[in-house]
C-alpha cells in the first residue's frame, strides 16, 4: 500500500507544469474532446509505466542491494533538482494530425513521456519498492490526478495553482526519499 500511495502522490505533484501536463492542455485546446483525450492519456501512461516498471524491477535483479541503494538514493535526489526546473513543449500544430483524437493524444502523449521524470520516478519507486502493479497503478493514478483536471478546466487551474509551490513539495518529498535510500532507511534496504 505505501508503494501505491507514495506513487500517487509524488507522480501528481511532480507531474504537475510537466511538458505531458502542458500537453494536455495543448490537445484539449485543440480538439476539444476531453473523453478520447483522457483515455488516450490513460492508454499512453499505463503503456508507458508499465515499460519503466518492469526496467525498475530489472535494476532490482540486476543490482546488488547496496548499488541499488545509492543508484536509487542519488537519482531521487536528481529528481528532486530536476523537479524545479520548469518543462516547455513545443506546439503540436507543426505535425500534421493522420489520425483521431485518441490515437493522436496515444502517440504523442506516449512519446513525451519518454524520459520524462514521471517515467524515471516509475523506474525508480518499481526497483525501490519490487511492487510493479502497485507502483504502476499509482503513477498512472497519479498522472490521470494531474491531467484530466488540465483537459477538463484547461487554464484555469494553472490560474489558480502555484506551480512554484506544487514544484518545490515534490522536490521536498524526491529530496526526503533520496536521503532516507542513502541513509538506509525504508523498506527495500
Keep these: 500500500m505505501e508503494a501505491f500511495l507514495l506513487?500517487?502522490?509524488?507522480?501528481?505533484?511532480?507531474?504537475m507544469g510537466d511538458k505531458t501536463q502542458l500537453l494536455?492542455?495543448?490537445?484539449?485546446?485543440?480538439?476539444r474532446?476531453?473523453?478520447?483525450?483522457?483515455?488516450?492519456?490513460l492508454v499512453a501512461t499505463l503503456l508507458?509505466?508499465?515499460?519503466?516498471?518492469?526496467?525498475?524491477g530489472w535494476l532490482t535483479d540486476f543490482f546488488g542491494r547496496d548499488v541499488l541503494r545509492w543508484v536509487l538514493?542519488?537519482?531521487?535526489?536528481?529528481?528532486?533538482v530536476w523537479t524545479l526546473i520548469p518543462d516547455k513543449i513545443d506546439d503540436l500544430d507543426a505535425k500534421p494530425q493522420r489520425f483521431g483524437v485518441l490515437a493522436t493524444t496515444i502517440v504523442?502523449?506516449?512519446?513525451?513521456?519518454?524520459?520524462?521524470?514521471?517515467?524515471?520516478?516509475?523506474?525508480?519507486?518499481?526497483?525501490?519498492?519490487?511492487?510493479?502493479?502497485?507502483?504502476?497503478?499509482?503513477t498512472t493514478l497519479g498522472m490521470m490526478i494531474a491531467n484530466v483536471p488540465a483537459v477538463l478546466l484547461g487554464n484555469k487551474i494553472i490560474e489558480m495553482v502555484s506551480m512554484r509551490l506544487v514544484h518545490a513539495i515534490a522536490a521536498v518529498i524526491f529530496a526526503v526519499l533520496g536521503v532516507l535510500t542513502l541513509l538506509n532507511v525504508g523498506s527495500l534496504f
Excluded at 48 to 56: E, I, K, R, T
Excluded at 112 to 137: H, N, R
Design 24 to 31: 494536455s492542455l495543448l490537445l484539449a485546446a485543440k480538439f
Design 7 to 15: 506513487s500517487t502522490g509524488i507522480v501528481s505533484l511532480a507531474e
Design 73 to 80: 538514493g542519488l537519482s531521487f535526489l536528481a529528481m528532486a
Design 108 to 138: 504523442a502523449f506516449f512519446l513525451a513521456e519518454m524520459g520524462d521524470k514521471t517515467q524515471v520516478a516509475t523506474i525508480a519507486l518499481a526497483a525501490k519498492y519490487s511492487a510493479f502493479y502497485a507502483v504502476v497503478t499509482g
Design 33 to 41: 474532446r476531453p473523453i478520447p483525450i483522457i483515455l488516450g492519456i
Design 48 to 56: 508507458n509505466h508499465a515499460f519503466a516498471g518492469a526496467v525498475g
